[in-house]
């Protein structure tokens, strides 16, 4: 019996394996990084790599204090040892997109049976959002795997006291690896559930543990040296950057302009189609069996109150991100699949499904009627297509619910989904290539074999700085322009938007190298 579940569980974990490469690195390098996080960030990585310094972070030549350095430590290796390609700067993000996956099954066996559990796993991966993020060269993925690994350790060490010292050793170091990927919030996103669970069950004391003591100094004792370091070389530099206002401040101001209405994030909760139509179901059933005091699982209620305060938290924030609540979608992930195991009722199976039927219809006839906007209306045959392959996956899905195959259901949908992401990558991500205008100006400007001064005026294209391996010049007002441009004997080149070429043409001589949809890279005339 016990080997014949070892097999079983093997085999699950080898298909998510193979479905997570399929659904994350799977086409990865048909299409350039996107502006500007991705190539920001990749910037960073290479000139970490180009600097030799992996205590110091510089993004522009310029010190760069926005995030801790663990992603960075590893992406500069993997761009070293491996190449600085499109696919390479994706592959950390992938890999630990299929470990958070793998880290939802495990987690979901804690509720459900391997079945299910496996369901779970197979709904966070093809889920939009999970999906677009597992394939993005940013860090969102490394911090929900150490999210979901905190969460597992804790939830064993609640459940085996006896074992509280080891898993709070875990817990600790997977605590560290959080706050070295993203900050702070590492430890305070889980800090807060943890304490909000441990109030509602009345066991605060469960924290007054030496052991628990003893596991924070050594949480401290990996984490806090890179911050002394920064904090003695930078000084209030890196304070008032990285501990204050990207850290203190995201939640009670706004930081570079990124916010949003306070129904903000549950647009974003949209984006974890097709799965998203169960959620209201989820919390429906939670509630009743709160109200007939059937009382709630540990694990179910940990779940809830991990999804629930995040998602509070980071609405009640000033600076709003999408991916702020990416960690809430494994938990998501698993109380779905926890309803699918136990609702008996065909038609409340149905409804949702029905929802996702006519929510995909509209996705259709919006690509073929409506205003897709420039520059991608030229593309609305892809839109039409992807929004296609989702409605009729949906149809499907609808249709092997009616007939009672559930777990069929849920296989056919994620297999659907699939198709959208590989049509997504192959097709629709390389189709919209040739509308990359720093693209087209990486091209001209990577021929030039002297030595040349690069110049920006109200853009910012990291795009640029990553592919060329070229620090740009920043220019914010008309008379820098001048200055900077007149400061440096060598051929200069700038890019300006279109609309700015007036007032760049009252400043100083230039000729227009090229015009794309909203960028200019024009010659300053020395």
Known sequence: MLSKLKSSLSWQIGILIVAGFCFFLLGNNLYS??????????????????TGDYLNLYFNGENWYVHPPLYFWLNSTIGKLAGWTDSNMRLLEGIFGILGVIATYFL???LLNREYAFIGALILMSSTYYTLMSRLAIFDTLLNFFMIMNVFVFLKAYDEPKKKGLYFFLFSLFCTLSVLTKGPIGLLQPGIAIVAFLAWKRDLKFLLDWRVGLNFLVFLGITAPWYAHQLYWHGWDFFNIALRDYTWYRFFGVVENQTGPWYYYFLILLTFLPWISYLPSVIYEWVKARKINKGTNDTVLFFVLFIGLSFLFFSMAKTKLPNYIFSIFPFMSILIAYYFSKVKSTLS??????????????????AKFGDIGQPYANERSIFILLFSILSASSVVFFVTLYLKRIQ???YLLTAGMLAFILVLATVGFPAF???????????ILSKQEAPYQLMSYQVFSPYIMYYLNHHVQFAETLNEVKTMSQADPKPTFMIVYKWDLPAIQKTIPFTIV?????QVLIEVKK
Request: net charge positive; glycine share 6%.
């Open 33 to 50: 990084l996107f502006d500007n996080s991705e190539t920001h960030y990749s910037t960073v990585s290479r000139e970490m790599a180009n």
């Open 108 to 110: 979901g066996l804690r």
């Open 408 to 410: 069929l259901a849920i």
């Open 514 to 518: 090229s015009t794309r949809t909203q």
């Open 433 to 443: 290539e040739k509308y990359k205008d720093s693209k087209a100006f990486v091209a």
């Open 349 to 366: 199976l149905l409804i949702p499904a029905g929802v996702l039927v006519i929510f995909s219809g509209v996705l259709v006839l919006y």
